[in-house]
């Protein structure tokens, strides 16, 4: 593990960010285990459980899979996932044969399993939970969502690998365990460290996926409908009409909160700080730290009016300044490992976040000045 990224991660992991950003989602998490007691789960109806009718409220699938969807990601596992579901266009419901010949008796003995996991999961009795015959994913959801602060909300087993092994936790024996274990082990390895142990865990899981070691590299995706509002936006780019000109209020406000804030997006040991700093080449960033190892951090700021062209060249413009910031080091013999955040105060549109992610530049979304 690279101890020195790993601890920098760590101080500047933006945890009062971060923890407003999932206050909304953790009001439906209880709101959602607060509904879905076990006598509720006991008296529950089909179309309250299954997807494929579309039914959004109060339904048990759609909810795992949609609503709480920040809280690990099923978004794209099979329907049959669930053990039944609604098949729109064949207008009737498929199951699972291992939990019974017929829709009653499928119906009847998955709600069992739900039941029979969260009873095993209040006393954390791994044996059965493993049994369980729920699929390992929705298990995962399931313990997660009612006991977020005993179970890890990461399923992919090949996630959950990659992480053990950053971390210099993997062996043969964990290797061939159960997902569940490897989500102990994580947990017990982020109540050993002295800052994480006061995290909680979907705090910790954010940290993994999102500051280090970061989610596992997939394929770059295919050029989709996606591109074609990328190609949009570059084209608005090229045509010097992204903006509005000048500095408007919104953008001066989140800017000034942020340069009084640094801690909201996890900067604290800075020595320096700047607005309109300026580059050797000229530019001039909006806030700017420099940390006292030495480090650099320039911050594009994007307020909440900025359009998806404008978000699209701050992608750009940050690119531009850690190349320039890396530069200046360069040429005074000197190499720290400067950064470049983008502070939004609004959301990354589905093209966006396709640069963002390719260009791995740390983003704040929904910055609210307060």
């Known amino acids: 593990m690279d101890i020195h990224a790993f601890n920098k991660a760590i101080k500047q992991f933006p945890l009062q960010y971060e923890e407003n950003r999932f206050a909304p989602i953790e009001e439906k998490r209880k709101k959602f285990v607060a509904y879905f007691t076990r006598e509720k789960i006991t008296n529950m109806t089909l179309d309250e459980y299954v997807i494929g009718k579309q039914i959004k409220e109060n339904n048990f699938c759609y909810a795992l899979k949609v609503t709480l969807s920040w809280l690990g990601s099923i978004e794209s596992v099979f329907p049959l996932t669930f053990g039944l579901y609604y098949n729109k266009s064949e207008e ?4 699972l044969p291992k939990f019974g010949e017929n829709l009653a008796e499928v119906f009847k003995n998955i709600k069992q399993a739900i039941l029979d996991l ?3 999961g209040s006393i954390e009795d791994n044996d059965r939970i493993i049994s369980n015959p729920l699929a390992p994913t929705l298990k995962g959801k399931i313990l997660s969502v009612y006991f977020p602060e005993k179970f890890l909300n990461i399923f992919d087993n090949e996630h959950l690998k990659h992480y053990l092994q950053a971390f210099d936790l993997m062996n043969e024996k964990l290797l061939k365990a159960d997902e569940v274990y490897k989500r102990k082990t994580l947990i017990k390895f982020k109540n050993s460290d002295p800052t994480m142990k006061s995290w909680s865990v979907n705090m910790f899981a954010v ?17 989709t409908k996606t591109a074609y509002y990328l190609d949009k936006e ?16 919104h953008h001066l406000q989140l800017k000034e909160f942020i340069y009084n804030n ?5 900067i604290s040991d800075y020595v320096e700080r700047d607005m309109e700093h300026i580059l050797l080449s000229g ?17 594009e700021i994007k307020s909440k009016i900025s ?3 404008d978000i699209l060249r701050g992608l750009y413009q940050c690119v531009k300044y850690k190349a320039i ?6 040429a005074h013999n000197e190499k720290h490992n400067n950064l470049t955040y983008l502070v939004l105060g609004r959301d990354l549109s589905a093209a966006n976040k396709e640069i963002q992610k390719l260009f791995d530049i740390t983003t704040f979304e929904d910055v609210v000045p307060q």
């Open 325 to 330: 910031l890396n530069a200046e080091n360069l």
């Open 207 to 223: 940290f993994l996926w999102k500051y280090f070691p970061k989610a596992p590299e997939s394929k770059p995706a295919k050029r």
């Open 234 to 249: 570059e084209r608005i780019i090229r045509k010097g009409i992204f903006g509005f000109g000048g500095e408007g209020e």
């Open 92 to 95: 009737q419901y498929r199951y």
């Open 262 to 266: 640094p801690q909201y997006i996890g």
């Open 118 to 120: 969260i009873s095993a």
């Open 283 to 299: 530019d001039k960033i909006d806030v700017w730290f420099k940390l006292t190892d030495g480090s650099e951090i320039a911050i």
């Open 307 to 309: 359009s998806d062209a």
